[in-house]
């Protein structure tokens, strides 16, 4: 088998650059969830698919992958039971039979069956992250892949508006660790509500939700003919014009609509739900001002998410200065685990788009150039006499948490120099029989050309030299 | 769907102690990597079943967890033509036809894989380590399951036994950090071919090294009849007892050996390629002796690993005080990525068990006191002002790295307490209207009941005060 070989289409491989900056964003999103109390799970690869399917809607279901059960799968199967009157095998159904298992879409599903298998190991309120692949066998296409990384952050067990302030908070020190100015705009499901109920159609609200989750996109004009193709009067239509028109600031915006909701807009209804949406609105820009948050935050009407088990508080974060759609979003949710058989859990969670964020700051230039080498120093490798003189030195540099490489063969020059260059080594060391002879160890930075000898035994110093610089 | 949801059988959740303990193991191992200029990538959970198959051998194909063709997979297939003569369906057949796709089964193919697919790309001598979960339809049982993370570091395109002292040093380094003693136990295939070699059986290679590597579990006698059932003369096997029994230093064993391949065994047949061996064992004991290890490191002439891809050093490594056998293996092969149509690419790698590890520091108790808690400091809730009053504080102690949690509801006090006892957070902070109109937050040491008030711009003090100490 000598055909070169390939990986499945929609997957990726990572290489040592890439890792360096994907571990980079990772790690900074996870120091960043630690300082604030939450500490990581992990869950399966693979989860039964009585827990997957029907959780993500007829079209989700069509997108997990099925593991093959493992040993005789298709001994015992009748296959023409799953005929269709035109003699066709009914691939549904004959999938089930074959595959009890699923490879996980998502990590909101697995968090929910986490939450009730291990409801009584858990100390509420629950503050979990989870930083795992998922699978989707979508259309592979730019920027959507088979196998991907999602960031999830959640805690679940309290519903006080303190939560979502630490979610936003969260946003805010991540990427003002990561330099990237962004945008958080926030939404409550509960005034979405409100705007189906005192535009008097309040069994509207998914269709009313889903096209001013549009506005972006469409623009105001064409949310308002869809809103009227789904049923709405004109008159309900301008009540939501007369919202989606409200500008000023935030708690402006939250007094207008508080009157409004109260009975003030051209219908005259009130919605208790609305005014429940803008208190919990009210309190948590309340909240950011008392801790002070560097990030704007802003009320945007029009966020929507197109989730319909979001509850209240909805988020969204988009990069100011590169245009890539939405880099984080989530919102509250009451009943998350209730599939499962445990109601009444009200939770609240962020997810981060990596492949997003790895774009922002790739288009950006904004990752650290550190981040290009793996080692500090190479020591060139001069013959097996000049090599074990070394070693001891390279091990004590090691010992001080510097990144070490001993070239392994005893090549040319000119080849352990390309290794130094295309690995962005900054320093090299060369040491010869006079060096050894000497008990000095001679170290070269690269990048500057400056050049300094050592005493062996003197590593502080040395280490000193290697921290004081060099990134090629 | 009410029943309580569970997870398929070998598969493990991982809550928030299990993953801090898991993640001291995987951040030390990964820490010393990086001190020897190894850097990380990660490949596709998924590969093309054409890249799996036909590597592990037959039982290792029946292992392979295959993934369904997403879409109509079943539609065009014909079923009939998969019965065989007793009109059972032959599943290993039909399973090729429906399934493209594999879980990875161990990090080595895909490496060798990846090394192919991307040998235009890469920087030889490569240096790469890979810590991802691997998935085995084993039967689960205790220690044994169906998705486990390996751990492989590897560095391929050089012959030089500094590679081989490399691996020897960072398992030296990885078992000190984690404080377990360690013993390194190291053979040589080109040795065990050399065996077979003087003993007149060169074609007998593997049924001797499959025998030897018997020798701890039943014993020399058991040994030496199954090599003779395996059609070695008496004559040979007295050869083999003779280099099994050798004893003395690790030079006065590669000395004696070093007579014995020479013709000084009782066949008086000498052996080229144990020669070799024993060269590159004394060159790597040279070298482990010049650079220092700290870790006891002797030959084991038993030791084969059942590997037959291994060319040149075999590692194992055992911990001294805990009886759980090899906790990290591996060895030279000169031709893994052949099966990929890249030859004469050798390499020399080893792989830590982590479950295993995590084992051992669990039985020996080595894991940190300080991973129970993933937060430092809980400020209880008095109530909606004073929680406004000290937002800004936890902030500012966030800022400075400090893990601060705000408790989210204001409930009793007894509960908030039970709260931070759970989570075995050592500090608390309990500041109601007085201290919010004085400006002032006191802490409290939970473990030495020590209690201190800062004014609320002293952050610096209150970093000073926690990090004094303090775990539950």
Redesign the interface.
């Known amino acids: 088998?000598?055909?070169?070989?390939?990986?499945?289409k929609g997957?990726?491989?990572?290489?040592?650059q890439e890792?360096?900056e994907r571990?980079y964003i990772f790690d900074t999103i996870k120091?960043v969830f630690?300082?604030?109390?939450?500490?990581?799970?992990?869950?399966?690869?693979?989860?039964?698919l009585?827990?997957l399917l029907?959780k993500y809607g007829e079209e989700g279901d069509?997108?997990l992958?099925?593991?093959?059960n493992?040993?005789?799968?298709?001994?015992k199967?009748d296959?023409d039971s799953?005929r269709g009157p035109d003699g066709?095998?009914n691939?549904v159904a004959?999938?089930k039979e074959?595959?009890?298992?699923g490879?996980r879409y998502d990590l909101t599903v697995p968090f929910a069956?986490?939450v009730?298998?291990?409801q009584n190991?858990i100390?509420f309120?629950f503050?979990?992250f989870q930083i795992q692949?998922v699978?989707r066998?979508d259309r592979p296409q730019k920027g959507r892949y088979?196998?991907f990384y999602q960031c999830d952050v959640d805690?679940i067990g309290?519903?006080?508006q303190?939560?979502e302030?630490?979610l936003v908070?969260i946003v805010d020190?991540v990427f003002g660790l990561l330099d990237v100015n962004v945008l958080v705009k926030i939404n409550n499901r509960k005034v979405l509500t409100g705007f189906a109920e005192i535009c008097g159609f309040p069994d509207k609200v998914v269709d009313i939700t889903v096209a001013i989750d549009k506005l972006d996109k469409i623009g105001l004009q064409a949310v308002e003919e869809e809103m009227k193709g789904k049923g709405l009067s004109d008159e309900a239509v301008a009540v939501i014009e007369q919202i989606l028109k409200l500008s000023g600031t935030t708690s402006e915006k939250i007094s207008a609509m508080r009157s409004l909701m109260n009975g003030a807009s051209a219908s005259g209804l009130v919605s208790q739900t609305g005014l429940k949406g803008l208190d919990e609105l009210e309190e948590l820009f309340?909240?950011i001002d008392?801790?002070?948050v560097s990030s704007p935050v802003e009320i945007d009407l029009s966020l929507a998410r197109g989730l319909n088990y979001y509850t209240g508080a909805i988020f969204e974060v988009k990069a100011a200065d590169f245009a890539i759609g939405s880099i984080c979003g989530g919102g509250r949710y009451d009943n998350l685990t209730g599939?499962?058989?445990l109601p009444d859990m009200s939770g609240v969670g962020i997810s981060f788009g990596a492949d997003r964020i790895y774009d922002v700051l790739k288009g950006l230039g904004k990752f650290p150039s550190d981040l290009k080498s793996?080692?500090t120093l190479?020591f060139a490798?001069m013959g097996a006499e000049e090599?074990?003189y070394i070693?001891?030195v390279?091990?004590a540099l090691?010992g001080c948490?510097?990144?070490?490489?001993?070239y392994?063969?005893q090549v040319k020059l000119k080849k352990q120099f390309d290794?130094a260059d295309?690995?962005c080594i900054p320093f090299l060391s060369i040491n010869g029989t006079d060096e050894a002879a000497s008990g000095s160890v001679n170290i070269k930075n690269l990048v500057t050309g400056d050049q300094k000898a050592f005493s062996e035994e003197d590593v502080e110093g040395m280490v000193g030299f290697l921290s004081a610089g060099g990134t090629k």
């Not at 088998?1 to 499945?8: F, Y």
């Not at 939450?38 to 690869?45: E, F, K, L, M, V």
């Not at 992958?65 to 093959?68: A, D, G, K, V």
């Open positions: 088998m000598s055909q070169k070989p390939s990986i499945p997957t990726r491989d990572f290489g040592q890792m360096a571990n120091s630690r300082t604030f109390g939450y500490s990581q799970i992990d869950t399966p690869a693979m989860e039964n009585s827990t029907g069509k997108l992958f099925r593991i093959l493992s040993g005789d799968a298709f001994g199967v296959y799953f066709a095998v691939s004959l999938s074959v595959c009890e298992k490879l069956r986490y009730v298998q291990h190991e100390s309120p503050k979990r692949p699978w066998a088979r196998e805690v309290s519903r006080s303190l939560n302030l630490e908070q020190r309340g909240l008392a801790a002070g599939i499962f058989g793996s080692t190479l490798n090599t074990r070693l001891p390279a091990s090691r948490g510097v990144s070490v490489e001993v392994p063969d290794y295309r690995k």
